[in-house]
């Protein structure tokens, strides 16, 4: 079964300092694998995905991830946290040749918190 | 602008109302989505249709009734609602199956019932 986790509801960074959000995932196949934001009372909006290549995937307003198969993780980082960046955010995944369960299943959210 | 727009944004009805929500997108997806995000909670997945069948019905209360009429457009008809029903509804929509592309959501719906 596919499941995703976020172990930390909330994360938080000072303004300027590098940020990490954490996701751990679990498919019986080749993973995809998303981050989404949401900023308060709007809906999640696509950030970057793995699908294949390079573990390092780069995504919209200077975040990236790094996919880890060993790890079997997708941890979302910034080099430097802007307060503009406190929003929730999303992990998902599915497996690649989805069948029954086509679905992206998403974690629980993680809050980040950048203080000015 | 994300492709999927949701009406309306605000919504606040009492609990002997009848309403509906709208869902529609134009990115030639073909499977659509209804999420109820409650404060402090996960997102709990409500419906599923691909195609405009209903594949999925993750065991939601009957005052809650989907319609998916074609594969542009997703209702949510609402009936003697609780307040405990009170949240955040997302429309979202993806190719069937989801691809590299994943979900694109909608705004939102913040639904309160008084």
């Known amino acids: 079964a596919q499941s995703v986790a976020q172990p930390e509801d909330q994360v938080n960074v000072a303004e300027g300092n590098p940020l990490t959000v954490k996701c751990t995932y679990s498919?019986?196949?080749?993973?995809?694998l998303f981050w989404y934001v949401q900023y308060p009372n709007r809906g999640l909006q696509f950030l970057l995905k793995?699908?294949?290549?390079?573990?390092l995937v780069k995504g919209s307003y200077g975040f990236e991830a790094e996919f880890n198969k060993s790890q079997t993780s997708f941890h979302l980082k910034k080099p430097s946290a802007l307060v503009s960046d406190s929003a929730l955010y999303f992990c998902a995944v599915r497996d690649a040749y989805g069948g029954a369960t086509n679905k992206l299943i998403f974690g629980t959210g993680t809050l980040l918190a950048v203080q000015p | 602008e994300t492709g999927v727009t949701q009406t309306p944004r605000h919504l606040v009805m009492g609990m002997t109302n009848k309403k509906s929500l709208k869902c529609e997108q134009h990115?030639?997806?073909?499977?659509m989505y209804w999420y109820k995000q409650s404060a402090k909670k996960p997102l709990e997945l409500m419906f599923v249709?691909?195609?405009?069948?209903?594949?999925e019905n993750n065991s939601v209360p009957s005052r809650f009734s989907p319609e998916c009429p074609n594969s542009s457009h997703l209702f949510l008809h609402l009936h003697t609602l609780q307040p405990e029903d009170s949240a955040l509804y997302l429309c979202?929509?993806?190719?069937?199956?989801?691809?590299?592309?994943?979900?694109?959501f909608g705004s939102g719906t913040r639904l309160t019932v008084v």
């Open positions: 498919v019986s196949g080749n993973p995809y």
């Open positions: 979202a929509s993806s190719q069937d199956p989801p691809g590299h592309y994943g979900y694109t």
């Open positions: 990115l030639g997806h073909n499977a």
């Open positions: 793995y699908i294949t290549g390079d573990n």
């Open positions: 249709y691909n195609f405009k069948e209903q594949t």
